[in-house]
T-cell receptor, first 115, second 112 residues
Framework: GESVGLHLPTLSVQEGDNSIINCAYS??????FIWYKQESGKGPQFIID?????DKRQGQRVTVLLNKTVKHLSLQIAATQPGDSAVYFC??????????????FGPGTRLSVLP | GAGVSQSPSNKVTEKGKDVELRCDPI?????LYWYRQSLGQGLEFLIY????????KSGLPSDRFSAERTGGSVSTLTIQRTQQEDSAVYLC??????????FGPGTRLTVL
């Protein structure tokens, strides 16, 4: 079936450096993508989303890039802080109907911020 | 609170017993989702509700799993005759239409 995967299962970065987390998706019909952050013992938390008619979207310290040609999604975190340490999931969505979604989540990348 | 809540936060049960997990979405969430997350793994889709109906039950792993939603709000996920492989964190999420999903904190189920 369709799947979402991640190139790097673990990523360690120095505090203050920029982090890049990558994700490959396989369904060219996916039209909506979300990055989630999950801290230990908590549910996933929305970070940023992007629709397929865009190739870049910026938030506060985070940027998501979408390359539909190679079906690649990335999350960039600027000036990584200790509080950014978590598991990051990308998810692709096939629009199910007007009220629901068909999200497929990747296995996640663990980001560790080193002091 | 204003977020999605789930109860209990932790549940330890013996193999063969039934368990019921509860999800309270944010008021007005039209869609509600249940996922399962095993240790160190991603999210496995279980079931999706639109209002009180479940148009997609394809993710339920076996007929021991069932879910219902009443009043377009609270949902319960029931696992009958629990097995050790059912041990996982069960996450609930709600959304307004085609927008982001808001997740609850999850219920950690341990089957001994």
């Amino acid at each position: 079936g369709e799947s979402v995967g991640l190139h790097l299962p673990t990523l360690s970065v120095q505090e203050g450096d920029n982090s890049i987390i990558n994700c490959a998706y396989s369904n060219s019909a996916s039209d909506y993508f979300i990055w989630y952050k999950q801290e230990s013992g908590k549910g996933p938390q929305f970070i940023i989303d992007i629709r397929s008619n865009m190739d870049k979207r910026q938030g506060q310290r985070v940027t998501v890039l979408l390359n539909k040609t190679v079906k690649h999604l990335s999350l960039q975190i600027a000036a990584t802080q200790p509080g950014d340490s978590a598991v990051y999931f990308c998810a692709e969505n096939l629009l199910r109907d007007n009220y629901g979604q068909n999200f497929v989540f990747g296995p996640g990348t663990r980001l560790s911020v080193l002091p | 609170g204003a977020g999605v809540s789930q109860s209990p936060s932790n549940k330890v049960t013996e193999k063969g017993k039934d368990v019921e997990l509860r999800c309270d979405p944010i008021s007005g969430h039209t869609a509600l989702y249940w996922y399962r997350q095993s240790l160190g793994q991603g999210l496995e889709f279980l079931i999706y509700f639109q209002g009180n109906s479940a148009p997609d039950k394809s993710g339920l792993p076996s007929d021991r799993f069932s879910a219902e939603r009443t009043g377009g709000s609270v949902s319960t996920l029931t696992i009958q005759r629990t097995q050790q492989e059912d041990s996982a964190v069960y996450l609930c999420a709600g959304s307004w239409g085609n927008n982001e999903q808001f997740f609850g904190p999850g219920t950690r189920l341990t089957v001994l």
